[in-house]
């Protein structure tokens, strides 16, 4: 019986080890991101800015540290997602030309993006404060898939970009876009200029 019993393991062990297993092997497919998206909550951002507005508590506020920014340029760092909102701020100074200046540099930075996007797509958004922003998407493998410019015309002039810092293809991030881009339209909407 034991030697039978010895015979049959080796015969198993002989044709496991025998067997080449990477004709077999199935490369499993890339998983998506996991993302824990929780209920926004809102604070409002310390008044030592030209602008008030609320922002995600689960954000971060830090100043804008890149060699030619100017004051009261943030970044609002969601580090969850390795993710941040670029805010840079501009006074207009009752200067038409300026704020047209202004407008155009903010959409050519939109449209630097054709190269890769396969859709940019515009939409003005009407302010509960009564002014207006315009909110770009785009779509495809681009560095910044959210961006918004509002302004009052005459004193105050805003752009916002998002950017994640991460290899990560757009489509699968598509549930951390949208998440910040409510954030980003919050923002909007609670937004005060502060003279």
Same mark, same amino acid.
């Given at each position: 019986m034991i030697r039978y019993l010895f015979i049959l393991l080796?015969?198993?062990?002989?044709?496991?080890?025998?067997? #080449?297993?990477?004709e077999n092997y199935t490369p499993k497919p &890339?998983?998506?991101?996991?993302? #824990?998206? =929780?209920? @926004? !909550?809102? &604070?409002?951002?310390e008044p030592t800015h030209p602008y008030q507005f609320e922002y995600n508590q689960i954000a971060k506020i830090l100043p804008d540290t890149f060699a !030619? /920014?100017? =004051?009261h340029w943030i970044f609002i760092n969601y580090p969850a997602y390795h993710a941040s909102v670029q805010l840079t701020y501009k006074p207009i100074n009752n200067d038409v030309n300026r704020l !047209? @200046?202004?407008?155009? $540099? @903010?959409?050519?930075? @939109?449209a630097r993006h054709n190269i890769k996007a396969y859709a940019i797509e515009e939409k003005k958004l009407r302010?509960?404060?009564?002014?207006?922003a315009s909110i770009i998407d785009l779509s495809g493998e681009v560095p910044s898939q959210v961006q918004f410019v509002t302004t009052d015309s005459t004193t105050h002039f805003l752009r916002g970009a998002l950017y994640f810092n991460t290899a990560t293809q757009n #489509? /699968?991030?598509q549930p951390a876009i949208q998440y910040?881009? &409510? $954030?980003?339209?919050?923002?909007?909407?609670?937004?005060?200029?502060?003279n």
């Open positions: 080796t015969g198993l062990f002989i044709t496991a080890c025998g067997s #080449d297993s990477s &890339k998983g998506y991101p996991r993302f #824990d998206l =929780p209920v @926004a !909550r809102y &604070k409002l951002l !030619r /920014s100017e =004051p !047209r @200046a202004m407008l155009e $540099d @903010a959409y050519k930075l @939109a302010l509960k404060s009564g002014l207006e #489509d /699968s991030l910040i881009r &409510k $954030d980003i339209v919050h923002l909007l909407n609670t937004l005060k200029w502060r």
